[in-house]
Each structure stands twice: as C-alpha cells, then as structure tokens.
C-alpha cells in the first residue's frame, strides 16, 4: 500500500539485488561514458534463474565510503571495504548534468525498464488493470539515486525488527486495542468495521498461533534536526516489494556506465532484498502450515494497474519453492469460500495456507456487504493471515499516535535500549482531545499534518485545510475529531532531481521518504523469522503535500550512501 507523505508511489516489477544480476563496474572515459555496452544489459533468463541462489547479505557488493559496515537483518556488521569508486567530485546536482548526457541517459534508462519488467498498467488503457500484458507502461521513476546519510540509513534499518516486535505485542493485547479506537469507532465507520470483527474474534477467543507481519516503516529525515522521524508504518499491503528492487537496480547499472563522468560510485547503492525476502517469509509460512496441497491467496482489488509488483512475488514463490498462488477480490471469496468445521478455508475448492492481503485496507475494497463477509470469513479461518485483522488495526493512526505517549511503550517491550531507540524516532503525535495542540494547529496550521484512519495516499490534511476543518469539527461538537490525530510536520531536505513519468523527463525540486521493509513470522512462541528486508525510496516534487506512489503523487527511487 502506498502510503502518503507527512510534509510536503508509479509501479513496477522488480527483483532484489541478492537475485538480480549485477554487471561489474566498467572504465569510463569522458568521451565514451557507454564504453562497456555488452553490460547494460541484463538477458531476461540470467535475470530470472539468477533467483533461485541462496539470498545474500543485504548490503552485498555495496561499499560504503568509509566505515566498511553493511547491514543486514537490522544489524549492523563488518564487510570488506572495496576499493574507493570514482575521485571525482560527485554530482548531486542533477539539474547540471549536460544536456546531450541527460538525454543518452534518459534514453539507456526507458530501453532498460521496458526490457527488465520496471512496467504498470497504463491508466489510459482501460484493460491495462486486469489483462496481464495489455497498456504497459514504465513505472514512474527518478533517473539518479538520492543522497542519504549512511548514519540515518542504518538507524533506520535497526529499528525494523523491534518495530516488527512491537506490533506483535500490541496485537495480542485486544484490550488495548479495543479502548484506544473507542472513540474512533463512534466517528469513523470503517475502522469501526474492522473493530466489530476484531470484537467476533475476541467473543470466540480465536488465536492467531502461526502470525505473519510484512511491514513497512516510513521515515523521512528533518532538515532543521537532522533527526529521522517516522512518518507512518504500514501493516497491510506494503506495496512495491519486486519494482523498488527493480529501481536499485537500475541505478546500479547506470552508475556502472556513467558513474565515472558523475562523480558516482555504484557501490554505494544499497543492495535491495525486499522480494526475496518476502518470498522467503512466504515459504515459510506455508511450511509452518504444514499442507503441501494448500495455496497462497493474493486478496487483490478488482482492477489493479501495479499487478506485475505482486507477480513477482508469485512468480518467484512458482520458480523457486514450487508454492503456487491463486488470486481473488473479496467478492470472489465470499462467492467461492467455504469454511470447513476445522477451520480451513477452501477458494474454489483448494485450501489456503497463507492470505496475502493487496486489497482490504480502505473503504472503497467494501463497496458492499459481501466484501465484509469475505473479510470475516477469512478471519474466522485457519489460514495464515497477512495481516490478521489485529495486525491490519496495529498500524492504524490512532494506534502509531497512542504508542508515542509517555510509558505506553513499556507496556509491550522490556529492551530500554530498544525503546529509547523507537522514542527517538518518534515525531510529535497528538489526538484532537488536547485543547492546547489543536490551539497552536490552527494558529500554525502549516506545522502540522492533521491524518484519518486512512491508508493508500491522498487522505492527509495540510496548510490552510488543517485551521479550516479545525475550526469546522469544533463548531459540530461531536465525536468527529476522534477520526483524526495531528502529527508534526516534517520538513526534509529539498534537492534537485530528475523524474520520469510517461517516458518524459522532468527536472524539479524534491523531496523524499524512506520505506524500510522488514518480515515477522512467528508460530506460538518461536519467532522464526524477524528481518529488516529492503526498502523503498519515494521521491516527489517539494510543492506536492502528498506522496503515495500508486496514488500518482510520487516515483521510485533508490539512495545512494554518503
């Protein structure tokens, strides 16, 4: 799920580095930046058996400048430092790359995403969401990779598993749950759907003992404090695992032919594994499902123009575990689900190991009752749900903005190191009950982001808006401020890049947010997986309030480590 910038997501396919040919780093001259041809491109069967390897360390083939750290799960560990790239001065003013070398880059770039699958659905064509092959369109990406400090980006790494563990925590406390959405039910119907379910399964004590959590924090890095605060974490439909990959490596390969003229060292491009390791923590979940009959579901909208990013994982899931997937909108299920009297769940007569959800996060995927019997459905079923309904409410706004008050984190986690480390990410979050915040917000506006129970992008409340609807739910005087929680304003650095969207170019200033996945699979009190893997980079124009990729506000991007 693209989810939206706090101050101020495009689609794709997409492997990881860890599975994704990576062609060495050729000389260059000035008068010849392509001096290596035969390497620019990457033969699509090299791409696709390249795969089935065992994955490798998330930071592999990437030097860093000059600590010689790579992270891998979370963890910062020690590498071999390689060789220092070019001596060049690097240029990170994009604006200024010469003309003619823009357009050859721009050119090698568009040949390079149509070859190795950085493609969407066209929305100009109006089969393009639901015919595979039909209106493809390269996905909306920067040209160059974004400067980020190499501190910020392994702190931001760090933090993945002990945020992956505090959703665990808060999801098995129902109690909590329930009282701090409260009020938000009484002023927002469709979280209160959702809590009427997570109600059902608590009346029949039903446990979720095998639990799988695909997640993606979001961050952004403050100009003014040069602090990392977390906009956002995503518990459903963390969209963009296989096309982020794609992106890092295409900038990769451009590095590799102009990185010499440019300043640019490829190696300093972080390895990308999201889809591997989303593949991995599917496998084994299955595993732990113990039915070598039983499919994984993809629960997807009806129409779904960023389809290719999710037929990657299956694909690889296909290739590389022999686990074949099925995919169904909600209507389907409800159509074609069966409960069996041990709790397994049957879509068109075949069993469901594991539920992935692409679809169910906001209103619009319940256009009528059926969409709310298939999500009860699958909730009461034996099926592994990603996310389980305590988990899709775990990464709600209210939620993020209650676990920021004092002491509330010492309610789930015991580690003062890991909590002090989460505490400093934390940008400010308030509820509208505090008279003096809501105050300062409509004197201010514009140092606050007023956000509802919303995901997918193009929901938040900015400037002028956030003093207007102030001012409008204080003269109501009910209950409809609980459907909203204000957040610090962010404001990050604003630089000069490159966009490509329709196969134009678009030089602009811009901003950027980083997304770091990570995957928590546990089965009653073993925790067999808990990873940082891969990231999202979104970047878009600084004038743009919102920022969610396939909401259209935003492109693809990678960072490149300074």
């Not at 357009?103 to 493609?119: K, N």
Request: hydrophobic share 40%; charged share 25%; proline share 4%.
């Amino acid at each position: 799920m693209g989810a939206a910038y706090s101050s101020c997501s495009s689609y794709s396919l997409a492997f990881p580095t860890d599975i994704f040919y990576s062609p060495p780093v050729t000389t260059l001259s000035k008068s010849n930046p392509r001096s290596n041809s035969n390497s620019f491109l990457c033969p699509t069967r090299k791409i696709f058996h390249t795969h089935l390897v065992k994955p490798l360390k998330i930071m592999s083939q990437t030097s860093l400048p000059s600590s010689g750290l790579a992270v891998k799960c979370g963890k910062v560990e020690e590498v071999e430092t390689q060789e220092e790239g070019s001596a060049r001065k690097p240029m990170f003013d994009y604006h200024g790359i010469d003309q003619d070398l823009l357009q050859e880059m721009v050119y090698d770039a568009l040949v390079w995403s149509s070859l190795h699958g950085l493609l969407v659905g066209d929305k100009s064509v109006q089969r393009s969401g639901k015919v595979p092959g039909v209106g493809l369109v390269h996905a909306p990406f920067a040209l160059l990779p974004v400067p980020f400090p190499e501190s910020h980006w392994r702190q931001a790494c760090e933090l993945a598993p002990i945020f992956s563990e505090l959703v665990d925590r808060v999801s098995l406390d129902g109690k909590f749950l329930q009282e701090s959405l409260s009020r938000t039910k009484k002023a927002d119907a469709f979280t209160s759907r959702l809590l009427d379910i997570h109600s059902k399964m608590l009346e029949i004590n039903k446990k979720e003992e095998i639990r799988l959590g695909l997640y993606r924090s979001d961050y952004m890095l403050d100009e003014q404090t040069k602090s990392l605060l977390q906009i956002e974490l995503n518990t459903i439909s963390s969209s963009f695992p296989g096309l982020s990959c794609l992106v890092t490596e295409l900038h990769r390969t451009l590095l590799n032919h102009y990185g010499e003229v440019l300043g640019l060292d490829p190696k300093r491009i972080p390895g990308n594994t999201a889809l591997s390791h989303f593949v991995e923590a599917f496998a084994k979940a299955w595993t732990e499902y113990n039915n070598p009959r039983a499919v994984v579901m993809f629960v997807v909208q009806a129409e779904e123009r960023n389809m290719y990013d999710q037929h990657w994982i299956s694909a690889v899931l296909k290739e590389r575990h022999r686990i074949t997937t099925i995919r169904k909108t909600m209507a389907e299920i409800d159509t074609e689900g069966e409960l069996l009297s041990d709790g397994t769940l049957l879509v068109g007569g075949k069993a469901i190991a594991v539920i992935y959800f692409r679809a169910g996060y906001m209103p619009n995927d319940y256009p009528s009752e059926s969409e709310w019997k298939a999500r009860l459905l699958m909730e009461q079923s034996s099926a592994i749900k990603c996310p389980s309904i305590s988990y899709h409410l775990a990464g709600t706004k209210k939620i993020q903005q209650e676990l920021a008050k004092p002491d509330v984190l010492e309610r789930f986690l015991d580690n003062k190191e890991d909590i002090a480390k989460l505490r400093k990410c934390f940008a400010g979050l308030w509820s509208l009950d505090d008279s003096e915040i809501v105050k300062k917000a409509i004197e201010i506006p514009e140092l606050f982001v007023m956000k509802p129970q919303r995901e997918g992008g193009g929901n938040n409340i900015y400037g002028i808006d956030v003093r207007e609807t102030l001012l409008r739910l204080q003269k109501e005087g009910t209950d409809g401020s609980a459907a909203y929680i204000l957040m610090q304003r962010v404001f990050p650095n604003v630089f000069a890049t490159v966009l490509m969207r329709d196969g134009i170019c678009h030089k602009d200033q811009a901003i950027s947010e980083l997304g770091i996945y990570s995957a928590y699979l546990r089965n009653k009190n073993k925790v067999i997986v808990n990873d940082q893997c891969g990231y999202l980079l979104r970047t878009k124009v600084s004038s743009s309030d919102e920022g969610g990729v396939a909401a259209g506000f935003a492109v693809l991007d990678s960072i490149y480590l300074t």
